[in-house]
């Protein structure tokens, strides 16, 4: 209990306010206001607590996605692997003439269209894809990256492993591509080989 004149606490059985004198009678059985609102107060005063990041998913390419990006890939690459051996056969082609029959100089030429078309197509991925661009020239007109699992640029070697882990899964009767289709990340069979994702931006 308290005095209403002077705010002295007092004895439940105290007839007069020992500090002012005040008669019983106008005595408050009121708490301080402070007391009062200060408890009201103090959730709002307290920092809210920092909300855990929330994880986002990225989004992966799908396998109607990756096949345009090599649709694109197999026609450009096809066309710098021409152009890049057709003066090659037509400079060994003169250099041969003077030595060796039409047959020998078509089958020389051959060989060198074909070793030709692995280097382009070896290079084609392997370099872009271990690059800042992350990709090859396909996957970057359609916007698709190739990282590692944790979502960072891979290596040259990693891109190795997943240029060459495509033989395995051309092996499995093209099984290893069509995963692409069913994993919850969207890997073929040389994704999961060499710990590699495609995500779109």
């Known amino acids: 209990m308290f005095c209403s004149s002077c705010g002295q606490s007092l004895n439940d059985t105290a007839n007069f306010c020992p500090a002012c004198g005040e008669a019983r009678a106008v005595l408050a059985e009121a708490a301080p206001i402070v007391s009062l609102v200060e408890p009201a107060l103090a959730p709002a005063l307290e920092p809210a607590p920092a909300s855990a990041p929330v994880a986002v998913e990225p989004r992966y390419a799908g396998f109607w996605w990756r096949v345009l990006a090599s649709l694109i890939d197999g026609i450009l690459s096809q066309i710098v692997s021409f152009l890049v051996a057709l003066p090659m056969g037509f400079i060994l082609g003169v250099a041969m003439a003077a030595v060796a029959d039409s047959d020998a100089i078509e089958a020389v030429g051959g060989l060198l269209g074909a070793l030709v078309g692995m280097l382009v197509q ?80």
Request: glycine letters at 14%; zero cysteines.
């Open 122 to 201: 070896w290079l084609w991925y392997t370099l872009p894809e271990s690059s800042s661009w992350q990709g090859s020239l396909g996957k970057k007109l359609l916007g698709i990256k190739v990282t590692d699992e944790q979502g960072q640029r891979i290596g040259f070697g990693r891109a190795n492993a997943r240029y060459w882990g495509k033989i395995v899964s051309t092996l499995t009767l093209g099984i290893g591509f069509l995963m692409v289709a069913f994993t919850r990340r969207k890997q073929g069979l040389h994704d999961i080989i060499a710990g590699t994702l495609l995500v779109r931006a």
